[in-house]
């Protein structure tokens, strides 16, 4: 094959780096969401010591590792909170036994 005007050339292909991910929620009902998020995940993280949840688009993900921290603080032991694949994350009870507790799908305990 001949010259194709640098077509076949290999060059090195970094990301830009972007302004913070903006969610369109508000502050309140970014709170809301969290504090829901964490109630319902919680449950499933209490009945079975993990959950998985969809999480389409980076703020999405950015969102359930926040809820990650809230579901901590609620069972007082780490969460784990991974992406499985592309579309949605997994969260793991880390160093407990199954079973946490009610605790984990409490309502209302957190403001964060």
């Not at 688009?57 to 359930?64: G, K, M, V």
């Not at 032991?77 to 199954?98: L, Y």
């Amino acid at each position: 094959m001949g010259d194709m005007g640098g077509v076949g050339d290999v060059r090195e292909v970094r990301e830009v780096p972007q302004e913070a991910a903006r969610t369109p929620l508000t502050a309140e009902e970014e709170l809301r969401s969290r504090s829901v998020f964490a109630t319902e995940i919680g449950a499933q993280l209490a009945r079975q010591g993990w959950a998985v949840f969809p999480a389409h688009t980076p703020e999405e993900r950015i969102r359930l590792f926040a809820v990650a921290r809230i579901i901590e603080q609620r069972l007082g032991c780490r969460v784990e909170a991974v992406p499985q694949d592309i579309v949605s994350m997994r969260f793991t009870v880390v160093g407990a036994a199954h079973g946490v507790g009610p605790a984990a799908g409490a309502a209302g305990q957190l403001t964060d």
